[in-house]
């Protein structure tokens, strides 16, 4: 909610934060870079994947879905990235 007025009401505040979730994105893009390079990471399309990363932040700032779906922060974020690396298929065939 708290976020939400500072966007709508405060543009001027909203920018740094906006910067820092662009920050952000270019950090994860270069870190997704790094992982495939190394073995790590499997191939994959890097923008796309930062992408995804920027609209699930949007989504955790928005407290009306968090509490829709009764999810804290800290629980969004542990779903989130353990769908993320453990993927969504049972390990059965």
């Known amino acids: ?7 709508v009401f405060f543009p001027n505040c909203w920018e740094p934060i906006q910067l820092f979730q662009n920050a952000s994105v270019e950090n994860l893009m270069e870190y997704y870079s790094m992982g495939i390079k190394r073995g790590i990471f499997s ?11 920027r609209l699930f932040f949007d989504l955790a700032t928005d407290a009306s879905f968090l509490a829709k779906h ?3 922060l ?3 974020f542990e779903e989130y990235f353990n769908t993320k690396f ?8």
Not at 1 to 7: P, V
Not at 43 to 53: P, V
Request: aromatic fraction near 6%.
């Open 86 to 93: 453990n993927g969504i298929l049972t390990n059965s065939k």
């Open 43 to 53: 191939k994959f399309n890097i923008a796309l994947m930062a992408q995804q990363d």
């Open 70 to 72: 009764n999810l804290s």
């Open 1 to 7: 909610q708290y976020l939400n007025e500072l966007k």
């Open 74 to 76: 800290q629980i969004a």
